[in-house]
């Protein structure tokens, strides 16, 4: 416990690290998926044909693999990202966009048919109905699967730990290779670093599913 | 729902829209890809030279790409392997009638599902050592990838099992078996062969988190591919940097296409046979897909 505690800055300021590449990629991928999603069921061929391809893509890619190219390959291409903290951010939005988009896009398909039809019956256009009928139902069914993807988005900033990002997993490495004989409480307490943020997500999204549940 | 659903059969006008937003689109999508060859180009990144050493032998690229895919298909292959076994007999413990099993069981599910998978790697990597089990990268990474896996597997067989209708287990008792010829001879069978695309489509999962070996200093596909980059540095600065990012990439996803497909095929067919046919449609939920010790709480 002293040992803890002598660190506790370090493992603070660590688990804000993470906390806010949780909140900020999640944010990110939201609505950059909400966009790829809205592509997908467009009446427009090249933006569909672009968003399934980016899924295709970023789904069977390795988040390590995207990591590492926004890290390492993108100044090819004369992008530089402006801190490792923005690099983290923008691979895991990207890399998470991919998911949000197929959770949101199966919500959309459960929307029943007759929703849109009578949409389309008193005249909204397509972006109307989808907008004010398709979507708001989407997102309401959608709550439980968006939210494991948020809490497997918090887990898997973890990698970012790889690509010099001071999180709670490079402050587990940093504690551990420093006091062999104290590794049991360092991983302890980043564990706990990371189930303070999942499990009261859990909890919330569990609580909002049973709010805005629509019953059919 | 379809999504032609969505929009109207299209008249002349909404026709002539959809022309005009179909032509727009196109343009677009290329002028980001023309901007992105464009930059390509101009700093000569294009040149078939600087990509021919990926398939020259004499460089020695394919060849240690090669064993780079070899390494990540071997951890692959391990973490499976186990990680199929454990996950049923944990699904098994878990569905079992007698508490003292269940509840342990449960926990141990719970738990591997709750942390981080490179977390669990790191521990079998730093603390197995410190209380006498010898540790490689190799066995941390494969050891990792199981203990994740089994816990997501048990919960996928678990479904799997509970989908078997409740007639086949009446039946089965009704014939006087007892509850482990129940479960080894009538329920795991059918559950294992409902569960052939999931457990393929957990397969490219496992695929993809392997690239964590990176991470620990296992020399897997894409660890092979920086220590290249950082060979040829040294000796012709940054020339071929970027196509060897871009191989290790595609091997990826070439490669998890193929197996996604490989799911795809093995779903239709034991859908479309007449043993499995009224089997419900179990897909991998989204956050599991998402690797990297994804699953509810």
Known sequence: MQFLSDNADLLWSAFLTTLSLAVVSGVCALVLGTVLAAMRVSPVAPLRGLATFYVEVFRNTPLTVVFFFLAFGIVQIDLQFPSRFITAVAALSLYTAAFVCEALRSGINAVPPGQAEAARALGLTFGQSLRQVVLPQAFRTVVPPLGNVWIALAKNTSIAAGFAVTDLTAALQRLANANADQLLAVFAAVVLGYLVITLPSAWLIRAIETRVAIVR | ?297
Not at chain 2, 64 to 76: E, F, I, P, R, Y
Not at chain 2, 158 to 170: F, K, M, P, T
Not at chain 2, 218 to 231: G, H, I, N, Q
Not at chain 2, 244 to 256: F, Q, S, T
Request: aromatic share 8%; net charge positive; glycine share 10%.
């Open chain 2, 1 to 297: 729902m379809s999504t032609s659903v969505l929009f109207d059969l299209p008249g002349p006008s909404a026709r002539r829209r959809q022309r005009i937003g179909t032509a727009v689109g196109a343009l677009v999508v290329l002028g980001l890809i023309g901007l992105v060859l464009w930059r390509l180009g101009a700093n000569g990144q294009l040149q078939p030279d600087r990509w021919a050493v990926l398939f020259d032998p004499a460089s020695g690229v394919p060849q240690a790409l090669g064993d780079g895919l070899v390494n990540t298909l071997a951890v692959a292959a391990v973490g499976m392997v186990a990680a199929t076994v454990l996950g049923a007999l944990l699904a098994v413990g878990r569905l079992s009638d007698h508490a003292w099993v269940r509840i342990p069981v449960g926990v141990v599910i719970e738990f591997f599902r709750a942390v981080p998978l490179l977390i669990l790697i790191l521990f079998c990597l730093l603390f197995l050592p410190t209380v006498g089990v010898p540790m490689t990268a190799f066995r941390a990474l494969a050891l990792g990838l199981t203990l994740y896996n089994m816990a997501v597997l048990a919960e996928i067989f678990r479904a799997g099992i509970l989908s078997v209708d409740r007639g086949q287990r009446e039946a089965a008792f009704a014939l006087g078996m007892r509850k482990t010829q129940v479960m080894t001879l009538v329920l795991l069978p059918q559950a294992v062969r409902r569960m052939l695309p999931v457990l393929v489509a957990q397969l490219v999962v496992l695929l993809k988190d392997s690239s964590l070996g990176f991470i620990v200093g296992y020399v897997e596909l894409l660890r092979t591919a920086r220590s290249l980059v950082e060979f040829f540095n040294f000796q012709f600065g940054s020339q071929y940097t970027f196509q060897l990012y871009v191989a290790a990439g595609l091997i990826y996803i070439v490669l998890n296409v193929v197996l996604s497909q490989l799911a795809r095929t093995i779903e239709k067919r034991t859908r479309s046979s007449s043993k499995t046919a009224a089997a419900k449609e179990i897909e991998l939920p989204a956050d599991v897909q998402m690797g990297g010790g994804g699953g509810p709480v």
